[in-house]
């Protein structure tokens, strides 16, 4: 489009105003940023749930008045005043009312998998209401009418895009600071139960705070609609901008939010305008910079954010009784299980057909890519919407080193490169809370696939082949090894699960604030197991490129790790076989759509329904099936296990048994300091030093 | 130079200071008190001394060494630990493994000669924990839960170890016992800072007292000081119905 070489021919007055025209553009795109952003900010500090379905939501508010007001030829105040003050409202209030609300008692993961569940849901719903076959145009507010500012102009549009957002940033202030329900909506975040103590009625302010969010995105999806067109994904993704900004005011200052908002939209802009074309070297490398850089800016921000945001306090939070929690694994069940997984995959290649070996292969790779989120997220709670483009990094590994006939080294740098990247990728993140991690990766993906992905350098020609060693030439024995794969690396999970490390983790989990006060460095303890998980996906992809034969870019695509998250809590992220699981589930989709392809629009729509579901079993089906079977064998054996069995949970609320004493019921004499002694043993020094 | 040395510690939130000015030194063989009324800044100060809470003036020393910039893990790998008044344990685990993760860290860090099983089957023997160890922890009693979060502290092997109200919701044979245990640890070499609203657990285990009120030290000295002290009688143990069990 424009370049520096251009503007600088077009002289003097021109370049003002060119100047001029961008940072008008810049200050209206940073308008729709910051009214998107809003949304996002309201409803974290008002509900304490980071709403990823933000962007998804603003989407389809945008296509709603695309419906009203150029379908059904409403008129358009009267469209824009249905969107937002009656359709996206209840859809908030709906929201809370049927999702929210059973998300009580389960952990931040499950909380930010269920909005990432809600966001896969509407995308993949959107093209089923409104067919991607028909062409959909909204027209910009006062038919794009404008005036001239010297020898720029500014639409209409333009200008009510920047008294919005200024009447928002006024609107929000007041209310939450002014106004009753406004300041219990701020106190509800803080604590539920004091809230109701002081007369206030915290379910109603979780409504009105999901009904105000879903508002204010779907007023940013019509302003920017015009512009960016009725396109699901384009849509939804403006949620990345306004995280960019949303991240500036940590996710719940509002002036800071804005002032994020207008840096992103005039450095967008002025990228535009100013950014150099492509080096000729790089073009000569299949190398473009210039454009796939512009596009990544707010990722790019994202990350610089991440990195000079100051180090958030660690806070004690208390212990609370959780929905959460599986059995840990034993190793006769772990060996045994997975002993039989081997023999019955070896035996189930005997019976499918050629084309089913594929499909049902794709799915253990899956399983395989889910594994890679049971250390990082099952055990460690930490969230990646990164695991694809790991895998990504795997295959083009796979295929460049690997070469035609399969070298295995290249599966060993493939999990050894994705574990580096993913160090690279986390370390801003790590000193962060846990939400800050699920941004960075979620901006990594984004990254990857626009930018890198994207290069012919990488990709060749869209595709890269990968080979095959001779011996896993024949797909059902490769179906075989793949298998063997996955129980490996389950064993190795299994493993760690059972010793220090995993407690670690779970500890992690459970409460940060405790285990830096026992002395673990906890961005070292997040680090490890990001690499580990990394590099299981890295693995992952380069199974992916040999089952396949060939690598693409839209098979790693960021959208793509979105499923893998879903269907891997789904199955169960805290267990190797909930990995299985999920994988099994997310691979018979295409089987089964296939075979009934009146289901097909349903099964796209699957995982988001799974994903938002869970508030209902968090610990994933595998847990569900493992519990069933064994109460089934203890009934069977006559055995009637009372309460110490964990895995299987009440509501939070109901009462537990409990064991009467505390086993003090002795006196304390000289052995017990000889226990003392034997449990702290001090340092020389301060015995030594003796009494004062 | 005591083992624990905090000085002019102040802390703000928003407009409200939590803290102002505190110094306070906990001795290596001895147990100090800290005790105030509710909002006094207790826990505030628990969070200055192991590095959670940032303080906005004023330092805290281990053995003479300025931990200024001292991560949360760095002050525990120097020796020292805590508990909560608002349990952090380690709810999807067992109490015995919330032990374990405690042993383990620290083994991790300092190679340590004790097994860390052995470590842990001694806390929990010591602290009565058997009857419970292989319960989750968040099925714990309040009780239990304490001693838990006491055993967890403990196999870190720590020279400075901080209580926060560690005996509410002990029953009196419990806090008998558990008095007990302190004046052990005391013995043994520990330093340890005892907040507490169990006055006569107190009174009869601590060497020095602190009291705190409104973020501010209003008092120090020995139990029969502090008894007869008016400020402290004025502002806390004052009306006795007042006093939190
Ligand atoms: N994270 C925080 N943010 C704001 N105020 C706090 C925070 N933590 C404690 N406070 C306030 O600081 C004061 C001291 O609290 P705290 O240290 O918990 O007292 P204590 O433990 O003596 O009961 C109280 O007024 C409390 O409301
Ligand atoms: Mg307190």
Redo the contacts with the bound molecule.
């Keep these: 489009m424009h370049s520096v070489a251009l503007l600088a021919q077009a002289g003097g007055n021109d370049l003002f105003s060119n100047f001029l025209a961008f940072t008008i553009l810049g200050i209206v795109s940073a308008a729709i940023y910051a009214i998107a952003a809003s949304g996002l900010v309201v409803t974290y500090t008002t509900s304490g749930i980071f709403n990823f379905a933000h962007g998804a939501i603003g989407m389809m508010g945008a296509f709603t008045y695309w419906q009203l007001a150029v379908k059904w030829k409403w008129p358009t105040l009267l469209a824009i005043a249905v969107v937002l003050l009656v359709i996206a409202p209840a859809f908030g209030w709906l929201i809370d009312r049927v999702i929210m609300r059973g998300l009580e008692g389960t952990s931040e993961v499950t909380k930010i998998v269920v909005t990432i569940g809600l966001t896969f849901g509407l995308i993949a719903l959107a093209p089923v209401i409104w067919s991607p076959r028909e062409n959909r145009k909204v027209q910009p507010l006062f038919a794009g009418n404008k005036f001239e500012l010297g020898s720029v102009s500014i639409t209409y549009h333009q200008i009510v895009i920047i008294v919005v957002a200024l009447a928002v940033a006024v609107g929000l202030r007041l209310l939450l600071y002014k106004t009753r329900p406004g300041v219990s909506m701020r106190a509800v975040v803080d604590s539920r139960s004091l809230v109701q103590l002081n007369g206030g009625r915290p379910n109603r302010s979780s409504a009105l705070s999901w009904a105000l969010g879903c508002s204010l995105a779907a007023l940013a999806g019509i302003l920017i609609a015009d512009r960016l067109g009725l396109e699901v994904l384009s849509l939804t993704f403006l949620v990345i901008n306004a995280y960019a900004a949303a991240i500036v005011g940590r996710l719940v200052s509002l002036p800071l939010t804005y002032l994020g908002a207008l840096i992103l939209g005039l450095v967008e802009n002025y990228a535009v305008g100013y950014l150099p074309t492509n080096p000729q070297f790089l073009t000569d490398r299949d190398i473009d910079l210039t454009t796939t850089l512009r596009i990544a800016i707010p990722v790019i921000m994202l990350f610089i954010v991440l990195l000079i945001l100051p180090h958030a306090p660690l806070?004690a939070h208390g212990l609370q009784r959780s929905r959460e929690g599986v059995e840990k694994p034993t190793w006769a069940w772990a060996l045994v299980g997975f002993g039989a997984f081997i023999v019955a995959t070896a035996t189930v290649t005997l019976f499918l057909s050629d084309k089913n070996v594929v499909s049902w292969s794709k799915a253990l790779v899956f399983a395989l890519i889910m594994l890679s989120l049971v250390p990082l997220t099952g055990f460690g709670g930490q969230i990646s919407l990164a695991q694809m483009t790991f895998a990504g990094i795997g295959a083009v590994t796979m295929a460049k080193v690997g070469g035609e006939s399969g070298n295995l080294l290249g599966i060993v740098l493939a999990i050894l490169i994705a574990a580096a990247v993913g160090a690279l990728v986390a370390l801003p993140a790590l000193r962060l809370r846990g939400i800050y991690l699920a941004l960075a990766t979620l901006a990594f993906a984004f990254f990857m696939d626009k930018v890198v992905f994207s290069q012919k350098a990488v990709f060749e020609n869209g595709s890269l082949s990968v080979g095959r060693p001779p011996f896993l030439e024949n797909d059902r024995v490769f179906m075989v090894f793949i298998a063997v794969v996955f129980s490996v690396v389950g064993i190795v999970v299994v493993w760690l699960r059972l010793g220090p490390f995993g407690r670690r983790l779970q500890a992690m989990k459970d409460s940060p604030a405790a285990c830096a006060t026992l002395g673990l460095n906890l961005t070292v303890t997040k680090l490890q197991v990001f690499m580990l998980s990394a590099g299981i996906a890295g693995l992952g992809g380069a199974m992916f490129g040999m089952l396949q034969k060939t690598a693409t870019p839209t098979n790693f695509e960021a959208l793509s790790s979105l499923p893998i998250l879903l269907m891997a809590v789904a199955g169960g992220v805290s267990m190797v076989s909930g990995a299985l699981l999920g994988g099994l589930l997310y691979g018979s989709f295409p089987v089964i759509s296939e075979a009934i392809p009146a289901l097909s629009s349903l099964l796209l729509v699957a995982p988001g329904l799974i994903g938002i579901s869970l508030g209902r079993n968090p610990n994933g089906a595998a847990n569900e099936i493992g519990t069933t079977v064994r109460q089934a064998i203890d009934k069977r054996r006559g055995r009637i296990e009372h309460d110490k069995e964990p895995s299987k949970f009440r509501a939070p609320m109901e009462p537990h048994l409990e064991v009467e004493t505390l086993g003090i019921d002795r006196g304390f004499g000289p052995e017990d300091l000889a226990l003392i002694d034997e449990v702290v043993r001090l340092d020389e020094e301060v015995v030594a030093s003796g009494p004062p | 130079m005591a083992l624990l040395d905090v000085t002019g510690v102040s802390v703000k939130?928003?407009g409200?200071m939590?803290l102002t000015d505190v110094s306070l030194a906990v001795e290596s063989h001895t147990i100090t008190g800290l005790i105030?009324?509710?909002?006094?800044?207790?826990?505030?100060?628990f969070n200055v001394i192991t590095g959670l809470q940032d303080p906005l003036r004023g330092k805290v020393a281990m053995n003479g060494i300025n931990l200024d910039g001292f991560a949360p893990h760095d002050r525990s790998q120097r020796g020292m630990a805590r508990t909560f008044?608002r349990i952090e344990l380690f709810g999807s685990l067992t109490a015995r493994e919330n032990l374990q993760v405690g042993a383990e860290i620290k083994r991790a860090w300092d190679g340590g000669e004790v097994r860390a099983g052995d470590r842990v089957d001694s806390a929990i023997e010591l602290i009565g924990m058997a009857p419970f160890a292989d319960l989750r922890a968040d099925r714990l009693t309040t009780g239990q839960a304490r001693l838990v979060e006491l055993g967890r502290a403990l196999v870190t092997r720590p020279k400075v170890l901080l209580l926060?109200e560690p005996a509410s919701g002990l029953d009196a044979d419990e806090t008998e016992y558990f008095a007990k245990i302190l004046r052990g640890l005391a013995k043994v070499g520990m330093a340890v800072l005892l907040?507490e609203h169990d006055i006569p657990l107190v009174m009869k285990t601590c060497h020095t007292i602190y009291v705190?009120d409104f973020?501010k030290v209003i008092a120090v000295g020995s139990p029969a000081e502090i008894r007869q002290n008016q400020l402290v009688i004025d502002a806390y143990l004052g009306a006795p119905a007042e006093v939190e069990a």
Excluded: I, S
């Design positions: 806070r | 939130f928003g409200n939590a105030g009324p509710n909002g006094a800044g207790k826990t505030t100060l008044q926060d907040v705190l973020g």
